[in-house]
């Protein structure tokens, strides 16, 4: 594979990072910032339903990574921000609504190659078997979209790429709180990942072989 390739549909996976009610639903305690009636969440929703839909309808790889915590939180390094204000929202429990799968946007684990993860940093590799299941799968070539963009995305995204996988990010199936934070996550990924909308992103390889 030379610097300028992208790989085939066959060594692609997909992440979805994230879709889970407290951080997509308008009644979570996290988020992504939105309103409830803001047509930005439901173009965010629709954008990653096409993204899983699509990963399956091209028989691709599926990996859906979730963030979740003990009850009191003993499993949480809290160590930054991000982890105390978790903690302080009592957001994303182990076993509670809030941190299970968003509506129409869950894993189908009785499918061959759709996987979930959990992890408790904000790299999904991190204390996780992600790197292994995907030697495993045989995958070089990443697309990467979940919420919120500037968080989970870009630190997935970093550590992909670090350890040598080529990333694409599905930036119309990201969200952040802030439209101008997720303008600037994406923009400074450009360095690293081709940055396409879901269409585009399941669309490319053909092209670049």
Wanted: aromatic content about 6%.
């Amino acid at each position: 594979m030379t610097a300028t390739s992208t790989p085939t549909l066959q060594r692609t996976a997909v992440l979805a990072l994230h879709y889970q009610n407290d951080v997509l639903h308008p009644d979570g305690k996290i988020r992504v910032g939105l309103a409830a009636a803001d047509p930005a969440r439901e173009r965010v929703i629709e954008s990653a339903r096409k993204l899983i839909e699509g990963a399956r309808h091209r028989a691709l790889p599926l990996i859906h990574v979730r963030i979740a915590f003990r009850p009191d939180y003993a499993d949480l390094v809290q160590n930054c921000w991000i982890f105390r204000k978790t903690a302080e929202l009592g957001a994303v429990q182990e076993g509670t609504w809030g941190a299970s799968f968003y509506d129409g946007l869950g894993a189908d684990e009785t499918r061959a190659n759709e996987f979930v993860i959990r992890h408790q940093r904000t790299s999904a590799f991190i204390g996780t078997p992600l790197e292994q299941l995907l030697l495993k799968l045989g995958v070089c070539h990443l697309i990467v979209a979940g919420v919120a963009t500037h968080s989970v995305v870009e630190m997935t995204v970093r550590h992909a790429v670090d350890l040598g996988y080529e990333v694409t990010v599905a930036a119309d199936a990201c969200a952040a709180a802030d439209a101008r934070i997720h303008d600037a996550s994406l923009d400074s990924m450009r360095l690293l990942a081709e940055i396409r909308s879901v269409e585009s992103a399941l669309a490319q390889p053909e092209a670049h072989r």
